[in-house]
């Protein structure tokens, strides 16, 4: 059984860097074809990916938000780690991460499992 | 980046009703297309993927269909439980990009 937790402040200052944890069980990072991913999603709004790293170090960002972000692998402890720096208020959000999911026939890659989210609020 | 957009945005039906959902991408993205619901205060749920593999567990109510830029999802005979925000996502290319969501209200 595939699980995902995040962990996290709830509460940032502008301009602070914020660290978000996905701890996971049911695979291992180091196995081929796994990934895990982040997501955000803003109070009643749509959301919005940011981040996903595959289990050969492959890393994939955002392009809107790449120049803040960093997707670190912690496999021994099975985790993934978010950083983004330079936080401002629109960036108060649940942030998901998610197991990368894929059917190898369709060629085709999907999220899976998802942790339950964490609300992160950015306010002085 | 490819631009997802979803119609309608929202809608009302009632129970028994067939629902039907389209997805529009701003290029051809083939059948990298997968579909999501959420309810309130939960993470999305898998639906679909490959534009309309069903996802293991998900009740064959739930179809999908559509290649290159159009693409809809269809709940047949709708229940309770299918009330919920429904998320149309591209995989073909990154940045990976949601639709804005399509609310499912009770009419």
């Known amino acids: 059984q595939i699980t995902l937790k995040e962990s996290g402040p709830t509460l940032v200052k502008p301009t602070q860097t914020l660290t978000l944890t996905c701890t996971f069980s049911g695979f291992s990072l180091g196995t081929s074809g796994v990934g895990v991913g982040w997501i955000r999603q803003p109070p009643g709004k749509a959301l919005e990916w940011l981040a996903l790293i595959y289990w050969d170090g492959d890393k994939r960002y955002s392009p809107s938000l790449k120049s803040r972000l960093t997707i670190t692998p912690d496999t021994s402890k099975k985790q993934v780690v978010l950083s983004m720096t330079n936080m401002d208020p629109v960036d108060t959000a649940t942030y998901y991460c998610?197991?990368?999911?894929?059917?190898?026939?369709?060629?085709?890659?999907?999220?899976?499992?998802w942790g339950q989210g964490t609300l992160v609020t950015v306010s002085a | 980046d490819i631009q997802m957009t979803q119609s309608p945005f929202s809608l009302s039906a009632v129970v028994g009703d067939r629902v039907t959902i389209t997805c529009r991408a701003s290029q051809s993205i083939s059948t990298y297309l997968n579909w999501y619901q959420q309810k309130p205060g939960k993470a999305p749920n898998l639906l679909i993927y490959a534009a309309s593999r069903l996802q293991s567990g998900v009740p064959s109510r739930f179809s999908g269909s559509g290649s290159g830029t159009d693409f809809t999802l269809t709940i047949n005979s709708l229940r309770p439980e299918d009330f919920a925000t429904y998320y149309c996502?591209?995989?073909?290319?990154?940045?990976?990009?949601f639709g804005q969501g399509t609310k499912v209200e009770i009419k």
């Open positions: 998610a197991h990368r999911g894929e059917d190898s026939y369709y060629s085709a890659e999907y999220f899976q499992n």
């Open positions: 996502q591209q995989s073909y290319s990154f940045p990976w990009t």
